[in-house]
């Protein structure tokens, strides 16, 4: 992984892959979701205080966010 976020309760483990993936992972070291669609290389995870919601940066400067329960894509704004 290219870089690594773990949520504040420590329940949820985000990894971002500079192949262009984003794995999410239970406490117990479980995959629960692999979320695509990123173009380019992500540099940058977070989860969210209340971890709802998990974030992923790439080198084209693009954001996605994830309803971290479904998984379900909430933003896909355009790169700069």
Do not use: C, H
Request: glycine share 8%.
């Amino acid at each position: 992984p290219s870089t690594m976020a773990k949520s504040p309760r420590s329940s949820l483990t985000v990894f971002g892959f500079g192949e262009k993936g984003v794995q999410l992972f239970d406490e117990e070291m479980r995959s629960r979701a692999v979320l695509g669609g990123q173009q380019s290389p992500v540099r940058r995870v977070a989860v969210s205080p209340d971890e709802s919601i998990i974030a992923a940066g790439s080198d084209d400067g693009s954001i996605r966010l994830w309803r971290a329960a479904t998984p379900t894509q909430l933003l896909n704004p355009q790169p700069r």
